[in-house]
């Protein structure tokens, strides 16, 4: 199959190979880890034609035998000898007992560069902080960007490839279909997301009730871009005629975040620089999934999808991304990178002056110079006189981008 450029991860790791850290590409299940790994194994083909080269794919019959961290070791050293410019490459690690002594052996001899992927099931950021503590670095791997679903889906960027955005979602997995085939497309994100909650939840946290975790889920699903506290789930559940212990509903809003299904994000006091701990709003890896525990049609749900968007194209630029708390009012997002900060406000249409003074108003109340943007459906973008320094752009033009 194909491998479709994703330029942003593999000039990533290849900024920080040989820095004397292990590195691990996490993310949701679908997203693409394992295309990015076979990526950057080109990449160092094409680069470091001298380089040595061990890649381990553990869904490969070839690498069957390949089941303890002695073997793994075994095999790779003798392919990567000492001193020289080594590269180990292992898609699905967590198939390999005690996999992380082999990791922490090569890492201490300082034998190769350790890129590895595994299944969500078994590795995880509290896991990998145990099993290879200071000794690695996360690369986070994300849905498709508008721009890769054009890339990938061979469209022109126009209203209607934003409208098949929204809808079906980024996982590249989705190339094998056409937009208007959605019975097929269904099916596939059925699977998708039935492979995370099977492996990645209930098997790995042993959770009896599926149900009543998937009551929980939808209702974070329907409920995205609002405030969402333990107790408002439990008095969902209990009108539902559920019974439901606090605990438990905390302990499966952690198993949607640490399967990197349903991302929570917190608040933060923009007067009061500082980040407040309770009532965080969730959204999607990816929105596809959403949309198939929601229903296909977006028309009710629109605005909720564009958050969710626009959510991920600034954590894929590299922010840290939280909600702006006003005294009287709020802002949906308030991202930070090292010095630089922006702020965001989603609105669908900004159809009334009602809307015009609540999304950038909210926005003028912040009193100091970093960008502040209003991003909306509407085919015009530009600013408005009342409100100098704040940036009126069209959803379709804030997805292209570079922030």
Known sequence: MELFPRPQYTEKIAGLINRGMMLILVGQRRVGKSKVLELFKDWLRRNRPEANVVYINKEYQEFREIVTAEQLYDYATVRLPEGGDNYLLIDEVQDIENYENALRSFHAESRCQVIATGSNAYIFSSELGTRLAGRYIEIKIYNLSYLEFLLFHNMEDSDESLLHYLILGGLPGLLAFKPEEKSQINDYLEGVYNTILVKDIVSREKVRNVTQLENILRFVADNI????????????????????????????LRYLSDAF?????????????????????????????????????????IEKIMENVVFNHLRREGFDVSVGILRAGEVDFVATKADKRIYVQVTYLLASDDTVKREFGNLAAIKDNYPKFVVSMDPVSGGFSDYPGIKHVSLREFLKMNL
Do not use: Q
């Open 225 to 252: 871009g609002k405030p969402i506290s333990v107790a408002n789930i439990v008095r969902y559940m209990t009108s539902r005629g559920e019974k439901i212990s606090d605990e438990t509903v905390s302990n499966y």
């Open 261 to 301: 299904l349903a991302i929570p994000i917190r608040r933060f006091d923009i007067h009061g620089k500082m980040l407040l701990e309770s009532n965080n709003k969730y959204y999607f890896s990816d929105h596809g999934i959403r949309n198939y525990l929601c229903g296909s049609d977006i028309r009710g749900s």
